[in-house]
T-cell receptor, first 114, second 114 residues
Framework: DQQVKQNSPSLSVQEGRISILNCDYTNSMFDYFLWYKKYPAEGPTFLIS?????DKNEDGRFTVFLNKSAKHLSLHIVPSQPGDSAVYFC?????????????FGKGTHLIIQP | DAGVIQSPRHEVTEMGQEVTLRCKPISGHDYLFWYRQTMMRGLELLIYFNNNVPIDDSGMPEDRFSAKMPNASFSTLKIQPSEPRDSAVYFC????????????FGAGTRLSVL
């Protein structure tokens, strides 16, 4: 029973266009969400996060949107650059109850084409 | 700071052998996490420590797995005896007090049990 789902294993986007990565969750106790980026042979690195009290958080080219009623979040990257090619993990946590630590999705491999 | 340091980067061993993975967290971080990444299950939390004390080990798969944190700058994850199904990439991560969810990952140890 995957509590955090990333249904697209891969996504190909042209350089300069918008990349939209999606994530769904099932546990209503989750109240904090994060996106991590991972290059081959490296560990995941934190990218951006959002608390459940917000519906949007922006940091430069990266924006995360949260739709609590749909239990859905998305990461927008605009404009996409070649260095954005990586695996992106969605993660979630709850501040009260349940297991601590982060629950990760299986990742989406983003490929930026020149 | 050099970031989270894991050793070894690669480990190849035979079934039945003891395996010890090592982690040095970022200096000053209060939390330390061990994760395992497999194709089937993605990134899973195994155990985490707060101020060297194990808080949640519900993700540890079975008694063959054990983790220790004898001091603030060192942790080990031991598998004894190892089995082929333990083959995975094991990540260590740390985070500072007040920012438990913003975790900084090491590069991981790729374990192959033959």
């Amino acid at each position: 029973d995957q509590q955090v789902k990333q249904n697209s294993p891969s996504l190909s986007v042209q350089e300069g266009r918008i990349s939209i990565l999606n994530c769904d969750y099932t546990n209503s106790m989750f109240d904090y969400f994060l996106w991590y980026k991972k290059y081959p042979a490296e560990g995941p690195t934190f990218l951006i996060s959002i608390s459940s009290i917000k519906d949007k958080n922006e940091d430069g080219r990266f924006t995360v949107f949260l739709n609590k009623s749909a239990k859905h979040l998305s990461l927008h990257i605009v404009p996409s650059q070649p260095g954005d090619s990586a695996v992106y993990f969605c993660a979630a946590s709850s501040s009260g109850g349940g297991a601590d630590g982060l629950t990760f999705g299986k990742g989406t491999h983003l490929i930026i084409q020149p | 700071d050099a970031g989270v340091i894991q050793s070894p980067r690669h480990e190849v061993t035979e079934m039945g052998q003891e395996v010890t993975l090592r982690c040095k967290p970022i200096s000053g971080h209060d939390y330390l996490f061990w994760y395992r990444q497999t194709m089937m299950r993605g990134l899973e939390l195994l155990i985490y420590f707060n101020n060297n004390v194990p808080i949640d080990d519900s993700g540890m798969p079975e008694d063959r797995f054990s983790a220790k944190m004898p001091n603030a700058s060192f942790s080990t994850l031991k598998i004894q005896p190892s089995e082929p199904r333990d083959s995975a990439v094991y990540f260590c991560a740390s985070s500072p007090r007040g920012e438990k969810n913003i975790q900084y990952f090491g590069a991981g140890t790729r374990l192959s049990v033959l």
